[in-house]
Structures are given as structure tokens and as C-alpha cells.
């Protein structure tokens, strides 16, 4: 990105194997086949101007938006037929399925780059380890990686031929909601090192069992580069499974992260300190102890598969270490923020951004870790968690154990699931249910005291993210706390 010549005409149309032109007629000031593309787009409304607009036939037919694309400034579009909606002169690229010409230059882009890729999934912290490797691998070179969750059917091979000729390394997030969805997306990307942060209870609804989960996940080593490295969560009840898989699929080497005696990154001890935290570590038979600029113990381990990975594709260790200290939380990933509450500063823990058992857990987690102040309690503000199948009433039923473990004293939920658990908190912990998070706004923004730590956590389709935009229009100086 940023590239100016991310993609000429004649590049793409080879890529593709799709025709060039335009509709009317010579088109004098836009000629179909000399213009050059410094990045590619399937959205008008986030098109920067000299993309290539994908027209994708997705929830919408990006066809309907040729216009608007060219009005914003594309440079051409990939369309799927001599289009009707196509403005006069707009230079075109046809081809028979958009979506596959955008894996055709997706491959191309691949194809091109000198660098080391690396691939991560899980059931939780995907983008925080891809940010994680962000920061860790530019201390060594130029990272591609997408701004955005980018991590499905279009959203891999999006990245992917976005990815410049150029670019050190590019890292790509790859999900999956059913079985058989991760493979072609590794096999696009070629992975030199593939991640899997942790197996969970996620997406239980399309799954008859977290064994499955597992089985799913693993698919990610079957796009290994020759020589690449699988990165294994050592911890996880499923590791001698993904071990086997990786194995099994030709990866040269398996690497280990986690807390267990025996991980080859290993965190021996987690201590918040400011707004971030401090690590001891055992890694490749070395102690280290150092800072990191993010909170949690999920995202320390988080790191150390970061640094596994970095390390499998060449990158160095003490330098990577080092990028650790200057990160920042991510919107919705734990970002700390003090607001002003009744009587003093309160303080705002925003996990708002999507939940599963997993993340739930390391959320409360995070709140039982921080310290309230004089006179404060620890809040949690809980919307549902979405997508979890049969099991989804007494998966909510039993963050009561979780909420009791971690000290918290007051939980504020909503959300039909949410019932569950609040039929079964012990009564001094009820704040308030409501229906849908927006009812709880009014009640959390009144409720909040000074010295209070407030941590809100719930599925994306929850909207429990508007509670904690209420509470972060209260920030003091919008600073963060520490
Ligand atoms: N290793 C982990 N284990 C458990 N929870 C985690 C872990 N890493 C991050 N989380 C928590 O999970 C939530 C989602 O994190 P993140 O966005 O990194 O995950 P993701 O896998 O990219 O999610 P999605 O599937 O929605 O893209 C955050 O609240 C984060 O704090
Ligand atoms: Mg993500």
C-alpha cells in the first residue's frame, strides 16, 4: 500500500488472464489500458483514489457501484462482464468471476514477493497477534498486513494481493466458521510459518465438538511453504492433535509456545505493570524478562507467539523483543482509558470487540488482574456471546465461576443468553439485565463510581460496544490510564 505501482494494467490483465477496456467511446483521457493501480478495493465507501475496485457479487452486486467507484477516484475495476452500469470511458478489466480474479492476483502478488509470510489463526486472538507481529517484524524490515479483520473468503486474498512486490514480510489473518474453509485460503497465502493462538469454543454451532475445532484449525499446515514452521499453543488440550497434523503435513519443524514446562517461548511469569506488563520468559532455553506495552496474560502469549513465529522466518529475536515495549492496544482490545465517574477518575477497560468462551474468560481475567482505587469496585458490563450452538445457555451460565474467581463485585448484562448467568449470580454481584445492551447505558454511566474499573466484553452482533463509546465520550483528556 502506499505503492504506486501496486498493479499496471497489463500486470493485472496477465494475472487474471481478463480482458482490457472500456465502454464508449475511445476514451481519450482514460485509456483502458495504461493506467496503474496503488491499491485494489471492494468497498466504494473506503476506495482510495488509484484503486483497482473489485465489483465482488457478495451481500450486494458490486456492480450496482461502478459509478460510485469511479466517481471516488478509481483507476479501474475488475468486473465480472462488459457491464450497463459501467461509466463511458472508465478503464474495465473483464473477467468471468470477480472473486476469483481477485485470488488470481492475490496469487500473482505472492508469486512476485521476495519475503516471508506468515499465517495465523485460532479461535481467539488472531488480529491481536497479527498487530503483535506488525510492530515485532517492522523492527526488522517493511510488513504488509491488513488494517481490518480481514480474514475470510475475500478478506484473505484481499490482503493478499495487496501485498506489495517489495514488502519484507506480510502477515495474514485466516479464519473459518465451518470445517474445509481454512485450506484453499493457506494454499493461497503459502504460509513460511503458520500460528494457531489457541483452540476453543468458538463458532460451536457449525461444529459438533471442539475436537472438530481442532481438526479445522490445523488445516492451516497443509499450505506450509517448503521448510515452513507450524507455531503450536502448548498449553492447549488439543496440542498433541495439531503436533500430529502439522507433522503429517509436511512442515519441517514444530515450535511451541505457552506457560507449560516444556513450551520452547514460555512465559514463567505475567505482572501488569503501568498499562502494560512485564514478562519473565523462558525462550529457546534462555530467561529473559522484559515490557510489553499491552495488558493480559492472553495477549503475553500472544507475543511469544509472535516472537516464535518471527524468529521461524528469520527475524531477530533481541530486536523483536524490544518492538514489544511501544505496543498499543487495538479499538475494542482492551484499550485502558480514565473517565470521569462520580467523585473522581474511573477507569474503562473497552474488550467490547467480539466475544467467544475464550476471550470471555481472559477478559474477566484482565479485570480481575486491575486494581481498582480507593473505594472502587471491578465492574463488568456483559453482552451475549453469539454463535455457540446447544451449549450456549450453560456456556453463559457459567461465567458466574469465572466472575466469582476474579473478584468482580458488580455485572451489569443483556441479551436473551445473558439470562442464563443471571439466574444464577449470587445477588450482591446484580447490577442490572436488560434486554439489549442500550438499555444498560443510562445505568452503567450512572452506577460508575470514582476509583471503579469498568471492563465491557460481548459478541460484535451484541452491541455492547455502545455502552463503551458511552463511557468513552467521558474520557479525561481522552488519555490513557496507566
Ligand atoms: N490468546 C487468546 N486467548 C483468549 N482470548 C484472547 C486471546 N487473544 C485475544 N483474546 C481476546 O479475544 C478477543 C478478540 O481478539 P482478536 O480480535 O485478536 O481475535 P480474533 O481471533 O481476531 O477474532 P475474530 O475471529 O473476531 O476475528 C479480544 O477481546 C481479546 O482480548
Ligand atoms: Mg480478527
Known amino acids: 500500500m502506499g505503492d504506486e505501482n501496486l498493479w499496471t494494467a497489463f500486470e493485472a490483465a496477465a494475472a487474471t488472464g481478463g480482458a482490457l477496456c472500456s465502454r464508449g467511446g475511445e476514451g481519450d483521457d482514460w485509456p483502458a489500458e495504461e493506467w496503474s493501480a496503488a491499491g485494489i478495493s471492494i468497498d466504494t465507501r473506503s476506495l482510495k483514489p488509484g484503486d483497482i475496485f473489485v465489483a465482488l457479487r457478495d451481500a450486494r452486486d458490486g456492480h450496482e457501484f461502478l459509478k460510485s467507484a469511479f466517481d471516488a477516484g478509481a483507476a479501474a475495476a475488475l468486473v465480472a462482464k462488459a457491464p450497463d452500469t459501467a461509466p463511458d470511458g472508465a478503464p474495465l478489466l473483464v473477467v468471468g468471476d470477480t472473486l476469483q480474479g ?30 503483535i507481529l506488525r510492530a515485532v517484524l517492522s523492527a526488522g524490515g517493511s510488513v504488509h498486513a491488513a488494517d481490518k479483520s480481514f480474514n475470510n473468503h475475500w478478506g484473505v486474498p484481499l490482503t493478499l494481493a495487496r501485498l506489495p512486490m517489495h514488502a519484507d514480510y506480510g502477515v495474514f489473518e485466516i479464519g473459518m466458521n465451518h470445517a474445509g474453509e481454512i485450506t484453499p485460503l493457506t494454499n493461497l497465502v503459502r504460509p513460511h510459518a503458520a500460528i494457531i493462538t489457541t483452540v476453543g469454543a468458538a463458532h ?34 488439543y496440542f498433541e492433535l495439531l503436533k500430529e497434523r502439522a507433522e503429517a503435513s509436511g ?85 485502558r482509558t ?26 474477566i481475567g ?15 458490563v456483559l453482552g ?28 451489569y448484562a443483556a441479551g436473551e443468553l445473558m439470562r442464563h448467568l443471571w439466574d444464577v449470580l449470587p445477588k450482591d454481584m446484580c447490577g442490572l439485565y436488560a434486554g439489549s445492551a442500550v438499555g444498560l447505558v443510562g445505568a452503567v454511566e450512572d452506577a460508575i463510581k470514582s476509583g ?18 458511552a463511557l468513552q465520550s467521558r474520557a479525561a483528556n481522552r488519555k490513557r490510564a496507566s
Do not use: C, W
Open 452 to 469: 471503579d474499573v469498568v471492563m465491557i466484553k460481548g459478541s460484535n452482533a451484541s452491541k455492547v460496544s455502545a455502552v463503551a463509546k
Open 102 to 131: 481477485l485470488r488470481d492476483l492475490a496469487l500473482a502478488a505472492r508469486l512476485r514477493n521476495f519475503g516471508k509470510r506468515i499465517g495465523v489463526t485460532g479461535s481467539a486472538g488472531k488480529t491481536s497477534t497479527k498487530e
Open 251 to 335: 512442515a519441517a519443524s514444530f515450535v511451541t509456545f505457552g506457560e507449560n514446562a516444556g513450551a520452547d517461548f514460555r512465559l514463567l511469569e505475567y505482572k501488569a505493570a503501568g498499562a502494560g506488563a512485564r514478562l519473565r520468559t523462558s525462550i529457546k532455553g534462555e530467561e529473559r524478562g522484559f515490557d510489553v506495552g499491552i495488558p493480559g496474560k492472553h495477549q503475553a502469549l500472544n507475543m511469544l507467539a509472535a516472537l516464535a513465529a518471527a524468529d521461524a522466518v528469520g527475524a531477530d529475536l533481541d530486536r523483536s523483543i524490544a518492538a514489544l515495549a511501544s505496543l498499543e492496544p487495538a479499538e475494542g482490545r482492551g484499550q
Open 384 to 411: 451475549e456471546m453469539l454463535e455457540l450452538g446447544p451449549d450456549a445457555p450453560a456456556l453463559h451460565a457459567s461465567l458466574a465461576a469465572t466472575l466469582i474467581e476474579a473478584k468482580v463485585d458488580r455485572v
Open 204 to 237: 460451536l454451532e457449525f461444529f459438533d465438538s471442539v475436537e472438530n475445532i481442532a481438526e479445522a484449525k490445523a488445516e492451516i499446515f497443509l499450505g506450509l511453504a517448503p521448510g515452513g514452521v507450524a507455531v503450536l499453543p502448548f498449553d492447549n488440550d
Open 338 to 363: 480514565i473517565i470521569q465517574a462520580e467523585g473522581g477518575d474511573a477507569v474503562l477497560i473497552d474488550e467490547s470487540y467480539n466475544a467467544n468462551p475464550s476471550s470471555m474468560a481472559a477478559s
Open 366 to 380: 484482565l479485570l480481575g488482574a486491575a486494581v481498582p482505587g480507593a473505594g472502587g469496585r471491578r465492574i463488568a
